[in-house]
């Protein structure tokens, strides 16, 4: 069933989440990113980075947007679209242990879930159609992805939350702390396989440039 019908407001965090499955395609392969976003403000509450869209991906980022809201008494409404990921077993079984509430758009109409499309839409925008990533791994791929979604909670300022971050926003109204972040500190990375591992100071220091060059942009949305 719809629950949503295309209403992404949220007057609460943890009102309605939202997810779905992108992919980008680099010289050196493909990534898959699954995200889970709050209406409420457009936090993305967890997410996983991999090389296939696959089970595992939907479902490690399922548990931990689980975890946000294990030791309290929020039911999230939880939209995505009729994909397979979102049919299988090991999903439906974590929705009904959490007893979150399923959501689910109409065949083929993406417009159903349209504001977790104008995430990836955002996203791809600012950091990823503008450079080749010819000289980029998939692991450095990954954490610059990583390093992006931290940004967008942390510092990426919205028009609609008052010119501040979702971060800023919550701790404005005293919903969040300055050391209570409900999102994973480290990306939540599955079917890398054996690939070998460069050195994280590389990861981590074109991941901060990049953050830091869209930082100057100042740039705002409406979600």
């Given at each position: 069933?719809?629950?949503?019908?295309?209403?992404?407001?949220?007057?609460?965090?943890?009102?309605?989440?939202?997810?779905?499955?992108?992919?980008?395609?680099?010289?050196?392969?493909?990534?898959?990113?699954?995200?889970?976003?709050?209406?409420?403000?457009?936090?993305?509450?967890?997410?996983?980075?991999?090389?296939?869209?696959?089970?595992?991906l939907v479902n490690t980022m399922l548990d931990a947007a689980i975890e946000t809201v294990a030791n309290c008494d929020?039911?999230?409404?939880?939209?995505?679209?009729?994909?397979?990921?979102?049919?299988?077993p090991g999903w439906l079984t974590r929705m009904g242990d959490a007893k979150l509430i399923r959501s689910m758009s109409?065949?083929?109409?993406?417009?159903?879930?349209?504001?977790?499309?104008?995430?990836?839409?955002?996203?791809?925008?600012?950091?990823?159609?503008?450079?080749?990533?010819?000289?980029?791994?998939?692991?450095?791929?990954?954490?610059?992805?990583?390093?992006?979604?931290?940004?967008?909670?942390?510092k990426r300022i919205k028009i609609s939350l008052g010119s501040l971050s979702p971060l800023e926003y919550r701790q404005?109204?005293?919903?969040?702390?300055?050391?209570?972040?409900?999102?994973?500190?480290?990306?939540?990375?599955?079917?890398?396989?054996?690939?070998?591992?460069?050195?994280?100071?590389?990861?981590?220091?074109?991941?901060?440039?990049?953050?830091?060059?869209?930082?100057?942009?100042?740039?705002?949305?409406?979600?």
């Open positions: 069933e719809n629950i949503i019908n295309r209403d992404f407001h949220a007057a609460t965090p943890n009102e309605k989440w939202l997810t779905d499955i992108t992919e980008f395609h680099i010289p050196a392969g493909k990534v898959y990113l699954s995200p889970m976003i709050d209406c409420f403000d457009g936090m993305v509450i967890s997410w996983s980075i991999g090389t296939r869209p696959d089970a595992k929020d039911l999230p409404v939880v939209h995505s679209d009729r994909g397979a990921h979102y049919r299988w109409r065949k083929g109409c993406s417009p159903d879930n349209s504001a977790c499309e104008g995430f990836f839409g955002r996203l791809k925008n600012e950091l990823f159609y503008s450079r080749s990533w010819q000289a980029t791994t998939i692991e450095q791929f990954i954490e610059i992805v990583d390093s992006y979604i931290h940004w967008y909670n942390e404005s109204l005293g919903l969040m702390t300055q050391t209570s972040p409900t999102f994973p500190p480290h990306p939540q990375v599955v079917n890398i396989g054996s690939a070998p591992t460069p050195n994280a100071s590389v990861w981590l220091n074109t991941a901060t440039l990049l953050v830091v060059a869209l930082g100057m942009a100042n740039v705002c949305a409406e979600y």
